[in-house]
Structure formats: C-alpha cells, structure tokens
C-alpha cells in the first residue's frame, strides 16, 4: 500500500520559516519525481517546487528564492524548507510522487502566514 505523508504544516507570521516533510512507503521512492503542490481556498492547486530523480529542481516563480526542495532517498522523504513566509503562501500543501503513469499523493498539511 503507497503512502505519502505529509507534515510541519501550521501558523506562522510573516517572514517566518517552515519545512515541510513528506514521507513516502510503499514505492520504490529514487525512480520518483517528487513535487510539491500548494491549493489555496477558492483557486486551483498549484506546483510549488519539483525534485527530479538526480536532484535536479525546479521552482514556481511566487516562491523562487524563498523556498527549497530536496530529497533524502534513503529515509524515503521529501522536504521543502520555506522561509520569508507571505500571506499569499497560506494554503494546503501537497506533496506528490510521479513515475510514468504511477502517480501518487498525500492527504496534505496546512500552512497559515499570518499575523
């Protein structure tokens, strides 16, 4: 049974920091790409940032230089460590796991920023 699931969400005030995890079983997780989707309430899901299977990444341009993914394959898990932290990042964050057709994702974690 695939699992992803995610953590470290919560209430930050602006300019804070959170990182995220997602925590994958179940999949053979180095044949994976991994992203990070954010949904805010009344807009459509969105990608965050992506990790390729050699680590190279990829980021949205809302959260370039704020925030980082990255990927320890060993302990099966994703990150994105998120600083200077915005109202306008508020939102649920998903983390998902794609290889070929496999497509997988997490229940999501909440992520607030406001003051």
């Known amino acids: 049974q695939v699992q992803l699931v995610e953590s470290g969400g919560g209430l930050v005030q602006p300019g804070g920091s959170l990182r995220l995890s997602c925590a994958a079983s179940?999949?053979?997780?180095?044949?994976?790409?991994m992203d990070w989707y954010r949904q805010a309430p009344g807009n459509q899901r969105e990608l965050v940032a992506r990790?390729?299977?050699?680590?190279?990444?990829n980021y949205a341009d809302p959260v370039k230089g704020r925030f980082t993914i990255s990927r320890d394959n060993a302990k099966n898990t994703v990150y994105l460590q998120m600083n200077s932290l915005k109202p306008e990042d508020t939102g649920v964050y998903y983390c998902k796991a794609n290889w070929l057709f496999h497509i997988y994702w997490g229940q999501g974690t909440q992520v607030t920023v406001s003051s």
């Open positions: 990790i390729i299977q050699s680590g190279s990444t």
């Open positions: 179940g999949i053979n997780f180095s044949l994976y790409i």
